[in-house]
């Protein structure tokens, strides 16, 4: 148990460093993706080609690969970001194309006799959107948006191999060290922990914006 | 008559979808304070008309008018457009819409359906607006659920919310698109009632209906519509009471 004591002052460090990658990332992608459905529900055909293709390539390949990509091939670019804002940046491109979906289909469903009577109320279209489309698309894309949220978090051990010391990396190297399990164990409770308080937040937040519902 | 008495008038309207003409050179007059029953079957082109008078849908060709302003116009080769998205904000203040299936905005309360397009259209303040909204709700006779949600509602009570916001952007004209055929029989009435009471208030209405009782002790004109074009219209004693046409016949027979 006196290991514990030692194991736990890296093991919170690497959960540090787990949670502001996820945090850092869920704050960009949430405007971003919701500006990336509005451009793929665009009048102008050019937008949504590119947003098309570019949510083709995210989804289509493996996010491993991509990290791979912004973190080796940029610097041959002569392009040399910080570790930390290159695995953001991966993990925002790819997190942006995944919650763009959602927002899409989310926005879509929202009946047309919505638009029509804003339209006779004289809204414009960011009126519309704004206060009449968005506040109720939240409340249908909140479920699809806790399971990315949860896969997010998860994800975010994909960046120990590019050496950060997230909270996977700190208990590998631990457990390589001392060859003992536990540290394992424990990251798996903390990652638990994170992904309950976040089904917690989400499902808190469901019934905030279904008050309206019977 | 002056031009600015007539709060509508279209001209030689055209309207297609592909291949399909649901508007056949149709002219429509309504004059300040009349209500105009447009009755007709499924499939006629009642519902484009209204969708066409206030832009929801774009005529072919033709002209509109509306409060005796250009609202569409012809370009003289059989093209029409519509004034600027800038200026058909005043246009489209001019007129206040009811749709058959209420579109309310469910995740708002009651009140705050009456008051958000006067607060972020007409740039009102809470303060302003709340008055009338109150007024209005009472007139509806809904006072007591200022604060409910759309969901709670029963349809009638519903679709006397809807008359009341679009009353609430105080419009010259009200469009009703079979406002009572999504409800159940037993609470067309209480619409219904509203209505009448804003005919005798003297609004000016256009009402596409299958309500015949409504569209002959309400209306001051009958329009009666097939297949895109208008069949007959006149007063409801001449349209009700001696059809001039085999279709008018025909039609008014089998809905009673
Ligand atoms: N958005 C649309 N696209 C294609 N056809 C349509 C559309 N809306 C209406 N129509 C067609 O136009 C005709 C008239 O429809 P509508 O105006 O709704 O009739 P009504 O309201 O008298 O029942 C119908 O044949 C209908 O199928
Ligand atoms: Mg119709």
């Known amino acids: 148990m006196n290991e514990l004591g030692h194991y736990i002052t890296p093991l919170l ?30 009048r102008f055909r050019i937008v949504r080609m590119v947003l098309e293709v570019y949510i083709w390539l995210m989804r289509g390949t493996p996010l491993m690969l991509q990290l791979l990509f912004v973190y080796f091939a ?50 414009t279209y960011p009126q519309t959107m704004w206060h009449i489309i968005i506040p109720q698309m939240v409340r249908r894309v909140l479920p699809p948006m806790s399971n990315e949220t949860i896969n997010l978090v998860k994800d975010t051990s994909l960046i120990y191999i590019l050496a950060m010391n997230d909270l996977l990396r700190a ?25 309950f308080v976040l089904t917690w937040v989400f499902k808190r937040l469901e019934d905030h914006f279904g008050r309206y519902e019977l | 008559m002056a031009k600015k008495d007539y709060m509508v008038r279209m001209r030689n309207i055209r309207k297609s979808y592909g291949e399909n003409t649901v508007l056949k050179n149709i002219d ?35 002209t509109i008018e509306v409060v005796g302003e250009t609202f569409a116009t012809d370009d003289g080769y059989g093209s029409a457009s519509y004034v600027s998205p800038k200026e058909e904000r005043k246009f489209l203040g001019y007129m206040g819409m009811v749709f058959q299936q209420f579109n309310l905005f469910p995740h708002m309360t009651v009140m705050e359906n009456l008051i958000k397009a006067p607060m972020l259209v007409q740039k009102k303040s809470r303060e302003e607006i709340l008055p009338l909204a109150q007024s209005l709700l009472e007139k509806v006779g809904l006072s007591d659920k200022a604060d409910s949600y759309p969901g709670r509602l029963s349809g009638g009570q519903q679709q006397r919310v809807a008359i009341a916001r679009a009353l609430c952007m105080q419009p010259e004209i009200m469009l009703f698109d079979e406002p009572t055929s999504a409800l159940d029989p037993e609470l067309t009435g209480e619409v219904l009632r509203t209505m009448r009471q804003l005919a005798e208030e003297h609004m000016t209405m256009l009402v596409v209906t299958h309500e015949m009782n409504f569209a002959r002790e309400v209306a001051n004109k009958v329009m ?19 059809p001039q046409q085999e279709r008018t016949r025909s039609f008014l027979h089998n809905m009673l």
Request: hydrophobic share 50%; aromatic share 10%.
């Open chain 1, 74 to 123: 940029l610097p041959l670019a002569g392009i040399k970001l910080p570790d930390i804002a290159a695995a953001l940046l991966a993990f925002t491109l790819n997190y942006t194309a995944y919650f763009a979906e959602i927002f899409r289909a989310g926005i879509q469903s929202i009946n047309k006799g919505q638009y029509e009577a804003a339209h006779m109320l004289g809204m």
């Open chain 1, 171 to 195: 208990a590998r190297t631990i457990v390589q060290r001392e060859f003992d399990m536990t540290p394992f164990v424990v990251a798996a409770c903390f990652y638990l922990g994170m992904t």
């Open chain 2, 28 to 62: 429509l007059d309504v004059k300040k304070g009349e209500v105009l029953a447009i009755i007709g079957p499924s499939g006629s082109g009642k519902s484009t008309l209204l969708r066409c008078l206030n832009h929801l849908e774009s005529i072919d060709s033709g």
């Open chain 2, 224 to 242: 009666f519509m097939a297949d895109g074009f208008v069949v007959e219209q006149g007063t409801p004693e001449e349209v009700f009471g001696n």
């Open chain 1, 13 to 42: 460090e690497g959960t540090g460093v787990t949670l502001e990658i996820f945090l850092l990332t869920f704050v960009l992608v949430l405007p971003l993706g919701l500006i990336a459905a509005l451009g793929r529900l665009s």
